[in-house]
């Protein structure tokens, strides 16, 4: 099966977080809640990010990409750049 298509919900999920990261940062004023969002929205994205590489990984070394997992904010959150 074609990886792109394997892989295609992740993207998918991350095509929408980033049209409304863009529309959260598009606001003129943002409320507590505005903040709030836009905060969620960049961990999910860090976090699909992850499982995308992830999934990559997996299968270059052939292993099954679904075993990859989503891993909690505070591992993604703390990867040295």
Known sequence: MDNHVEDQPVLNHIQRLVSEEHLLHELRAHSKADRTRLDQVEVELDQCWDLLR????????????????????????????
């Open 54 to 81: 992830q999934r990559r990984a997996f299968r270059e070394v052939v292993l099954d990409a679904d075993d990859a997992e989503v891993r909690p904010p505070q591992v993604v959150e703390n990867y040295e750049q």
